[in-house]
């Protein structure tokens, strides 16, 4: 499907969702080799399987099915009586053709006349009552074009390829932040270690910390900074965030800058250091907001964000068909947020945090590396996954969800530097998760 019937039927898919009487479809849909049988099931299987969730699921995977997809549902429309969608759709069609700019127009004119434009039918007289649209039937928004990118085209060539335009669409399932602030962001910040510790200040992690000080703000958190912290104080920090009324407030973060290393787990990896050079296991860190412990906010999305190394280990990456030469010749000294981990050692801290583990829920760990190898930070620049998550957030937090986000992250950080890089995430959210950016 080009791109102007693409955006056509997402400008129209309030309307559709709305309207569309999908039962009738499924045999038009079949014959003209529209979608598969498999296909069918799937779109009636989708959400609850309501007619609304199947109308909305048939929408968006329309656009997957070729350049001829739009017309011949127009055909499928009409041949169900489905007239006056019919009549919507391919009249904006033929308006679009002639002025290949009307679509994005939309974008840009009042929210009175492009609901006009979406629905020709005259209001009845009197007063309007307002709807709500979920996050799958707003329009997405407009977003400035992406670099190209070399894209594989499956036979050892590369070609350029613009990003397709994403959106806040393709979810019912999506956690509601309407709060502002949102909710409490705490970031720690660890830079300076006792000598007795045997850990090296972190250099570049008050760029890290300005970073994201800067970028929860934006997105509707009230955001903490606290400095150079023992094990003990950044557990009381911890206690102390959760402790509170989160009742008025539809989200929790934290965002940890400090040293690193393995750790024994059963849920989560890895374990940070406080200044004393005593370690924090991430398991404890989570369980603090655990739906004991942390009660007003159950059922709420609690984010984590560790810049610290998951171990020693040094990757030096695979030969692949394209690099990234600049990082290569950068210049720059990254240096790794590691310590030697212990095998078979195991501290207090550990021992509390896998007392008691309730099945967690609404949770997700972001990592700057994998577990057991290097993270690596820039004395000047500061760490490539907190530069890259600030980055992707700036660039797409209006748009995406926090999974797609942090895919992002990965792919970035994993093409930089000669010594290589992948961070990830343990995800137990039960919801897509869009952040507050207006």
Request: glycine share 6%; net charge neutral.
């Amino acid at each position: 499907m080009d791109e102007a019937d693409r955006q056509l039927l997402r400008r129209c898919r309030v309307r559709l969702v709305s309207e569309l009487q999908v039962a009738p479809l499924w045999d038009a849909l079949l014959s003209r080799e529209l979608f598969t049988p498999d296909m069918i099931e799937d779109i009636q299987l989708a959400g609850s399987g309501s007619r609304r969730d199947q109308a909305r699921q048939l929408v968006i995977d329309l656009e997957t099915r070729g350049r001829k997809a739009l017309p011949l549902f127009i055909s499928c429309l009409e041949d169900t009586g489905q007239d006056t969608l019919a009549s919507l759709l391919r009249t904006s069609r033929q308006a679009v053709k002639r002025d290949p700019e009307a679509v994005r127009s939309l974008d840009l004119v009042p929210e009175e006349l492009r609901v006009m434009m979406l629905d020709p039918v005259k209001p009845a007289s009197g007063n309007l009552t307002p709807v709500v649209l979920g996050p799958r039937e707003l329009p997405p928004a407009k977003l400035r074009p992406e670099v190209l990118r070399p894209v594989d085209v499956g036979s050892g060539e590369f070609r350029d390829a613009h990003a397709q335009e994403p959106s806040r669409g393709n979810t019912d399932l999506a956690y509601v932040l309407r709060a502002d602030p949102c909710g409490h962001c705490l970031i720690i910040n660890n830079v300076s270690f006792s000598r007795a510790s045997g850990l090296s200040a972190r250099l570049g992690s008050n760029v890290d910390c300005e970073k994201m000080q800067r970028r929860f703000r934006s997105l509707h958190f009230t955001v903490e900074v606290t400095c150079n912290l023992t094990a003990k104080k950044m557990v009381q920090a911890l206690v102390e965030l959760a402790q509170r009324d989160h009742r008025a407030l539809d989200c929790c973060a934290v965002v940890i800058l400090s040293h690193g290393c393995q750790a024994s787990h059963l849920q989560f990896p890895g374990a940070v250091y406080g200044t004393d050079g005593c370690s924090v296991s991430v398991e404890r860190i989570v369980n603090i907001f655990n739906g004991i412990s942390c009660p007003s906010l159950g059922g709420k999305p609690k984010l984590f964000f560790i810049q610290a190394c998951g171990g020693e280990q040094k990757d030096h990456g695979f030969m692949v068909a394209h690099a990234s030469p600049g990082d290569r010749a950068s210049g720059s000294n990254p240096e790794p947020d590691a310590v030697p981990f212990q095998e078979g050692s195991r501290t207090s801290d550990e021992l509390d945090a896998v007392s008691s583990l309730p099945t967690p829920s609404d949770i997700l760990v972001s990592y700057s590396t994998f577990p057991g190898f290097v993270s690596w930070r820039d004395t000047s620049s500061g760490s490539w996954y907190i530069e890259t998550l600030d980055s992707v957030f700036e660039r797409w937090a209006h748009s995406e969800d926090l999974l797609s986000l942090l895919l992002r992250v990965a792919n970035a950080v994993s093409e930089r530097g000669i010594y290589k890089q992948i961070p990830g995430c343990f995800n137990f959210l039960r919801k897509k998760l869009f952040f507050k950016t207006r």
